[in-house]
Nanobody, 126 residues
């Protein structure tokens, strides 16, 4: 049974930092793309960042470039999202996802991912 379990969310002041973790289990993910998405109240789920587990290539939404960093720990089967210089508009539930994606243009499309975590809430106060 595939499981993606996020952790690390919480309340932080604007300008602060948080690190989210996504522990993956239940299968071998070396061929998968791992993504982070977020959903703010009343808004659609949006792409944040993705990484290819095999090659470590990374992709970011323009809104988080230079502030967020995605990384993997293969030994722990864990994906991290380091979030710095947080802004109130980063407030959302953050979801980890895994997908067998052939083309990089699919990486930002939530519908292309096969597995999802339950989400972890991030609140940034002004």
């Amino acid at each position: 049974q595939v499981q993606l379990i996020e952790s690390g969310g919480g309340l932080v002041q604007a300008g602060g930092s948080l690190r989210l973790s996504c522990a993956a289990s239940g299968r071998t993910f070396s061929s998968y793309v791992m993504g982070w998405f977020r959903q703010a109240p009343g808004k659609e789920r949006e792409f944040v960042t993705a990484v290819t587990w095999s090659g470590g290539r990374t992709y970011y939404a323009d809104s988080v470039k230079g502030r967020f960093t995605i990384s993997t720990d293969n030994a722990k089967n864990t994906v991290y999202l380091q979030m710095n210089s947080l802004k109130p508009e980063d407030t959302a539930v953050y979801y980890c996802a895994a997908g067998l994606l052939t083309y990089y243009v699919y990486y930002s499309r939530a519908s292309k991912y096969n597995y999802w975590g339950q989400g972890t809430r991030v609140t940034v106060s002004s």
